[in-house]
């Protein structure tokens, strides 16, 4: 079994500065994969950013890095330089790697942030 | 390219009625998806597929069935439709079911409601 854990709710930033999403993670699967997605009002769902438990380095796409700490089971979403359009739900998701586990994508709760001027 | 097509975007339903969340994509992708999303919450599976004719069970599969006929399709059914489904409901694909290439790709959900 596998659990995600957002535990902030809510969070407010302000524009131009960074702002972690906190996102710790339960599994037994020896191997597994870390996403991050990024739901704005209008409703769709975005991916951000992946990161895979074997990966040596943290992932980084643009201004989403990922923080990873395998032995602490966290893997926290960096946004440098906010923007007012970074404002949405973000969600934290994991998947095992093994074939018996693919297509079971589990996310966590989701954190609003929303960034003022 | 289209990518993920849901229809209906909305939809209102009374207690007892059944109806078909369609669900297709463009990209040749093997693996299909259905997630729901209740207010403030995270995404549950519903069911998933591997590929055509090949189905399986998610976290929350309950009042719900699938099928996977051709690659493209997914359609997801709702029988006897309860309150307790008020939701918005996501469909996505994947290349593939694990690793970078395992991304999923979502449609603009259907907000469903049961009165």
């Known amino acids: 079994a596998q659990k995600i854990t957002q535990t902030q709710p809510g969070m407010f930033v302000q524009e131009k500065e960074a702002v972690t999403l906190d996102c710790t993670y339960d599994t037994s699967d020896p191997s597994y994969g870390l996403f991050w997605y990024k739901q704005p009002s209008s409703g769709e769902m975005i991916f951000l950013i992946y990161q895979g438990s074997y990966d040596q380095q943290n992932a980084t796409e643009g201004r989403y890095s990922l923080n990873f700490q395998k032995a602490r089971k966290s893997a926290n979403l960096v946004i440098s330089a906010s923007q007012l359009g970074d404002s949405a739900m973000y969600f934290c998701a994991m998947r095992g790697e093994a074939t018996d586990s693919w297509g079971k994508l589990q996310f966590g709760a989701g954190t609003q942030v929303v960034v003022t001027p | 390219n289209a990518g993920v097509t849901q229809t209906p975007k909305f939809r209102i339903l009374k207690i007892g009625q059944s109806m078909t969340l369609q669900c297709t994509q463009d990209?040749?992708?093997?693996?299909m998806y259905w997630y729901r999303q209740d207010p403030g919450m995270g995404l549950k599976l519903i069911y998933y597929s591997v590929g055509a004719g090949i189905t399986d069970k998610g976290e929350v599969p309950n009042g719900y069935n699938v099928s996977r006929s051709t690659t493209e399709d997914f359609p997801l059914r709702l029988e006897l439709a309860a309150p307790s489904q008020t939701s918005v409901y996501f469909c996505a694909s994947s290349r593939s079911g694990g690793g970078r290439t395992g991304e999923l790709f979502f449609g603009e959900g259907s907000r469903l409601t049961v009165l």
């Open positions: 990209m040749n992708h093997n693996y």
